[in-house]
């Protein structure tokens, strides 16, 4: 099939890869525009950009679909393009009804949650922070709603008990791209069926902040350990022991009770900090700042709780 693609983060590489590799033919690839990123402020180009460079595929980043030249060169691209079908994982962009309505089979969204469920910028962060069992991906046929197109398919993933965000990404980016050939399969050959949501299932999942990033260990240690899941690594949770600001990119729960109050160090020799139900959060892999990424065993050897 003839595919526009439109994604920008890490997620949205595997459905793009998905598609190279089954063998349809990818038009171009809008992304988000290269940004400045880290310390150094070195403008960096999205992982879709760099993949569709290493695959020879043509690339388009405009500002917007909205307003602007910017806007009317995009929608120019896209008409001379002309493709059968819009593919979006990820993008970052509101797509105007033009946009929706130009390709002969629409505009299909990969969407990293079982919706109606976590509809959003946020859907894997917030599952975990709310300390969902399963997710999965849901492909839809996008509307000018936010993420209420009707539903093509669905697959469900399975959580750990100690995955992060990162982890849990990369398993349904994967799911995502092998449900997305199907799918762009089944609507060729005309067995695609969509189903309506439910809104009344529906719940929000809004993009995640930095002023989310320090943990509160008056919560509970579950509530803590799945805050901590759900910002690895971006923001990443962290706290301030002292005047020192240590994040948290990993942890476990322990299951003793320590009659401490909460904030205090539980068990100095793991880095185990009581939470308010007096159970403890153990911290498994923590960065100083100033320092490097490190389990928590490496950096207890040159740092004194």
């Known amino acids: ?17 998905s598609l190279v590799k089954a063998g349809h033919e990818i038009l171009g690839v ?9 310390r150094g402020n070195k403008v960096v180009p999205p992982p879709v ?15 917007s679909f909205k307003k602007g030249d910017d806007a009317q060169a995009a929608m120019e691209t896209l008409h001379r393009l002309s ?60 509307g000018e709603g936010l993420d209420t197109g009707d539903m ?49 299932l529906s719940n929000y999942a809004p993009m995640i902040t930095k002023d989310m990033a320090e943990l509160d ?4 240690a579950q509530e803590v350990h ?25 942890s476990t729960l322990d299951t003793r009770k320590f009659a401490l109050p909460a904030g205090s160090v539980g068990d100095k020799d793991t880095f185990t900090m009581v939470c308010g139900d007096g159970y403890g959060v153990t911290f498994t892999e923590v960065q100083a700042i100033g320092g490097k990424r490190m389990k928590t065993a490496d950096f207890l050897r040159g740092n004194k709780l």
Request: proline share 6%; with cysteine; net charge negative.
């Open 83 to 142: 493709p059968e079908i819009i593919v979006v994982a990820a993008y970052g962009r509101i797509l105007p009804k033009e946009v929706l309505e130009l390709p002969k089979y629409g505009c299909i969204n990969v969407h990293g949650s079982l919706l109606p469920a976590y509809r959003g910028a946020g859907p894997v962060q917030w599952c975990l922070i709310n300390g969902e069992k399963q997710t999965g991906v849901t492909i839809m046929q996008m």
């Open 30 to 38: 809008f992304t988000q525009p290269d940004r400045p990123k880290g």
């Open 217 to 220: 260990l008056s919560m509970t």
């Open 152 to 200: 093509i398919d669905k697959v469900t993933v399975d959580i750990g008990a100690d995955e992060t965000a990162d982890e849990l990404m990369d398993r349904l980016a994967a799911a995502g791209g092998e449900l997305l050939c199907r799918v762009i399969d089944d609507i060729g050959q005309g067995r695609a069926k969509a189903e309506p949501q439910d809104d009344s």
């Open 49 to 63: 950009k760099q993949y569709a460079a290493e695959h020879g595929l043509d690339v388009y980043q405009p500002l």
């Open 226 to 250: 799945n805050r901590i899941r759900g910002l690895s690594s971006n923001p990443g949770a962290y706290i301030m022991l002292g005047e020192r600001r240590i994040k948290v990119y990993k």
């Open 1 to 17: 099939m003839k595919i526009v693609f439109m994604g920008t983060p890490d997620f949205a590489v595997s459905s793009l890869d």
